[in-house]
């Protein structure tokens, strides 16, 4: 049984920061790509940001290039995903997902976290 459970969620000011961090469960996670994806209200999810299993290969949406970055540390077993300058339509429930494989597609993804609620008020 894999489980991912995101932290770092929370209510923030425009122009703030955030910091989210998916810790993993899984115990083949230094084999795996890890993926941020966010779904706001009435909208479908759609992918933010992924990390390649040895943390050289990233990508990232163009509505977050430059300002979020995302990183791993494999002895934690953790991905991060370092959001600057936040925006009030950056608001979404924020879900990480691991992959056997570097992609963008979430139908790709086999596991997900729970999501963790990201507020940016205007």
């Known amino acids: 049984q894999v489980q991912l459970v995101e932290s770092g969620g929370g209510l923030v000011q425009a122009g703030g920061s955030l910091r989210l961090s998916c810790a993993a469960s899984r115990r083949t996670f230094n084999n795996d790509a890890m993926g941020w994806f966010r779904q706001a209200i009435g909208k479908e999810r759609e992918f933010v940001s992924a990390?390649?299993?040895?943390?050289?290969?990233?990508a990232y949406s163009d509505s977050v290039k430059g300002r979020f970055a995302i990183s791993r540390d494999n002895a934690k077993n953790t991905v991060y995903l370092q959001m600057n300058s936040l925006k009030p339509e950056d608001t979404a429930v924020y879900y990480c997902a691991a992959s056997r494989i570097f992609t963008l597609t979430p139908g790709a993804y086999d596991y997900w976290g729970q999501g963790t609620q990201v507020t940016v008020s205007s």
């Open positions: 990390i390649a299993w040895n943390g050289v290969n990233t």
